[in-house]
T-cell receptor, first 115, second 114 residues
Framework: GDSVTQMEGPVTLSEEAFLTINCTYT??????LFWYVQYPGEGLQLLLK?????DKGSNKGFEATYRKETTSFHLEKGSVQVSDSAVYFC??????????????FGKGTHLIIQP | NAGVTQTPKFRVLKTGQSMTLLCAQD?????MYWYRQDPGMGLRLIHY???????AKGEVPDGYNVSRLKKQNFLLGLESAAPSQTSVYFC?????????????FGEGSRLTVL
């Protein structure tokens, strides 16, 4: 079945550092890929998405490019802030590949930014 | 603008008791989902609905039942709670199918089964 693998962390960085959170996936067909963010005590919020190969999703300074050849969707940000501290989830939807509706999530990466 | 609202937010049950979690959305979304979140496991899909009167099983449906009698509400029931069902439950909704649309999540319901 479909699956998403991401580094679990916690990942601890200093403010203004460069961020990369790796995400790879296993799926048949052409899944859509997403990054969601969960701040403490809240539900998940969509951060960015890409629906086809080579698409780049971006939002709030975060970027991720859909790489079909490496089955990856790594999240990057050039300069992180304390307010970016949260849990980040990589996810896919594979309806086109015959999967059920809904998202398949990775385990989440806890990001901690220190001042 | 309420979005997705879950009730209750916290609940403690004894093994064998039953309960219902209510999810309500005010965005006129067709699709609704119930997930559970466990440490080290990420979110896993329990059941979902593609419209009023429909339900379908997700990845981990055993021990749960759902109903979607009204478009805006999606109920998750536990008939006989077990300690393995201790978790944080999230409801989500979307206008379109998950491969194109954004899922909107509630704030979660923390359930402890003793």
């Amino acid at each position: 079945g479909d699956s998403v693998t991401q580094m679990e962390g916690p990942v601890t960085l200093s403010e203004e550092a460069f961020l990369t959170i790796n995400c790879t996936y296993t799926a048949t067909g052409y899944p859509s890929l997403f990054w969601y963010v969960q701040y403490p005590g809240e539900g998940l919020q969509l951060l960015l998405k890409a629906t086809k190969a080579d698409d780049k999703g971006s939002n709030k300074g975060f970027e991720a490019t859909y790489r079909k050849e490496t089955t990856s969707f790594h999240l990057e940000k050039g300069s992180v802030q304390v307010s970016d501290s949260a849990v980040y989830f990589c996810a896919l939807s594979n309806i086109s590949g015959g999967g059920a509706d809904g998202l398949t999530f990775g385990k989440g990466t806890h990001l901690i930014i220190q001042p | 603008n309420a979005g997705v609202t879950q009730t209750p937010k916290f609940r403690v049950l004894k093994t064998g008791q039953s309960m219902t979690l209510l999810c309500a959305q005010d965005m006129n979304h067709e699709y609704m989902y119930w997930y559970r979140q466990d440490p080290g496991m990420g979110l896993r899909l329990i059941h979902y609905s593609v419209g009023e009167g429909t339900t379908a099983k997700g990845e981990v449906p055993d021990g749960y039942n759902v109903s979607r009698l009204k478009k805006q509400n999606f109920l998750l029931g536990l008939e006989s709670a077990a300690p393995s069902q201790t978790s944080v439950y999230f409801c989500a909704s979307s206008y379109g199918r998950s491969n194109t649309g954004e899922l909107f999540f509630g704030e979660g319901s923390r359930l402890t089964v003793l």
